[in-house]
């Protein structure tokens, strides 16, 4: 009973930590990317918005950064101090793929992110956005590496068990294993609509607060725009994800899905509560077939249940089915939620000029010919992207168990052989600890954005100038 309560803490312990960290990547991945379109945008034209609204979010970068380093080295303390066993069984394979990352990204990162942060006014423009270009890179071959480890669990190959310990034989089967390109680019997705409704939500809440600056509405129109093109995208990868999943690890989308026989005509249920020891689904509301549909391409394609999967001695190998069924729900849920917002707001936009809204109707037409209950919308879909890329995690990583690494060890194997009391100890720990941090982290948000809707956004370039020479200080070309 003591193993068991380590295992559960320790898995606890884990998302936690994982919950906490993968916040701050998911919004610096793409937002160095939407830095260095600022950044250029600012050369190309010479108006001086561009250059405010980098001021701004650079800001947020580096804060965010800085969360995503100090969270990430906390996190990979747990490999040692929880799970023993992962690095003793799969470590050749683990610890070369997390080297690299540092190797190559993080050293990256290190090197250029000082000018990025305080280079406006000290090197040429050039260099300026180069340094920027570089930490964006950077960011994006990080996610790369901790994606490609991730895919290797889920779908292992390149590799062989000699003495229970895993040994490498082609790296690149390694790298490239079959859900690397599909994770990775889900990923990338997911960060840049996290990054879309941010910018968007922000500057939505500056309107609110009665900022009519120019860089606000540059904002706003990006982050709408961003979001309205990126989420067909997603929803497209987001099938083809599926689909590979379908083909390595069936029981996962059984759970997702709530199968639990198989056979053709699946339902697509809306809603149901998976009930794990009758097993079937309570209160069921579903469209017929469609489960068939999406995952097969045809009605009548059949689609393996969750009892397929399970041992000689009735135990389930398969994952536990209420949070992998609502997680996928809710990650799918926020999805469509943005692409209602995103295209209603960029169809408004573009009929702005068409809609010729009366100028004294102030209480309805908002922001770039946004209506008002739209701009407040905005504002809590400002994290939306939290919502659905945490949602996503859920479902891809409880969806991977019983297993750690799929068909290779199971998460029981790697856990380590210490007091749950302990695990618990540091458990609370890190809950109180990652609540007070995430509160400021918002709380910071908040500030900058009443900071700039007051036009007291402070320069983050060479505070010695005079006005005039830091306008000139940031001409392009210099």
């Not at 639990?260 to 309570?282: C, I, K, S």
């Not at 469509?336 to 068409?354: D, Y």
Request: hydrophobic residues 55%.
């Amino acid at each position: 009973m003591e193993a068991l309560d380590t295992l559960i803490f320790s898995r606890i312990q884990f998302a936690a930590n994982i919950s906490f960290h993968i916040l701050f990547p998911t919004i610096t991945i793409a937002l160095g990317w939407a830095l260095l379109f600022f950044r250029v945008r600012f050369a190309q034209t010479g108006d001086i918005k561009w250059m405010n609204v980098y001021r701004l979010w650079v800001k947020v970068f580096a804060l965010s950064f800085a969360m995503g380093v100090v969270s990430g080295i906390t996190m990979s303390f747990q490999f040692g101090t929880n799970w023993p066993g992962f690095m003793e069984t799969v470590g050749n394979i683990a610890g070369p793929l997390l080297a690299y990352e540092v190797l190559t990204a993080f050293f990256l990162e290190a090197a250029f992110i000082g000018i990025m942060l305080f280079g406006f006014s000290r090197v040429p423009g050039w260099l300026h956005i180069l340094a920027t270009f570089l930490v964006a890179f950077g960011t994006t071959v990080s996610a790369f590496w901790i994606i490609v480890l991730n895919s290797w669990m889920h779908t292992p190959q390149g590799f062989e068990m000699i003495d229970g310990v895993a040994h490498a034989t082609d790296w690149f089967a390694i790298v490239f294993n079959p859900s690397m390109p599909y994770r990775f680019v889900h990923m990338l997705l997911a960060s840049g609509l996290t990054v879309a409704f941010l910018l968007a939500g922000v500057s939505a809440f500056r309107w609110l607060l009665g900022d009519r600056a120019a860089d606000l509405r540059a904002t706003l129109k990006v982050g709408l725009c961003l979001g309205a093109l990126l989420i067909p995208v997603q929803i497209y990868m987001g099938d083809m994800h599926g689909l590979n999943t379908l083909e390595h690890q069936p029981q996962k989308v059984a759970a997702m899905e709530g199968i639990w026989e198989t056979g053709p005509h699946q339902p697509l249920l809306l809603f149901a509560l998976p009930d794990a020891e009758a097993r079937e689904n309570r209160f069921e509301v579903g469209i017929p077939s469609v489960a068939s549909l999406i995952l097969t391409h045809h009605a009548d394609g059949v689609v393996q249940g969750l009892n397929d999967f399970v041992a000689e001695d009735g135990t389930a190998m398969h994952p536990p089915v209420l949070p992998v069924f609502w997680s996928f729900r809710t990650m799918v849920g926020t999805g469509m939620a943005m692409l209602a917002v995103s295209w209603l707001s960029v169809f408004l936009m573009w009929k702005r000029r068409r809609l010729h809204p009366d100028p004294h109707a102030k209480r309805w037409f908002a922001a770039e010919g946004l209506p008002r209950p739209l701009i407040w919308l905005l504002v809590p879909m400002t994290f939306s992207g939290w919502v659905a890329t945490l949602a996503g995690w859920y479902t891809t990583e409880i969806g991977r168990q019983p297993w750690l690494v799929q068909g290779v060890m199971t998460t029981e194997m790697a856990v380590a052989d210490v007091p749950a009391p302990m695990v618990a100890s540091t458990l609370a720990g890190y809950l109180v600890m990652y609540g007070l941090l995430l509160l400021a982290y918002i709380s910071v948000i908040v500030y900058l954005a009443r900071l700039a809707a007051r036009g007291q956004d402070a320069p983050a370039y060479d505070m010695d100038h005079s006005g005039k020479a830091q306008v000139e200080a940031l001409q392009p070309g210099e």
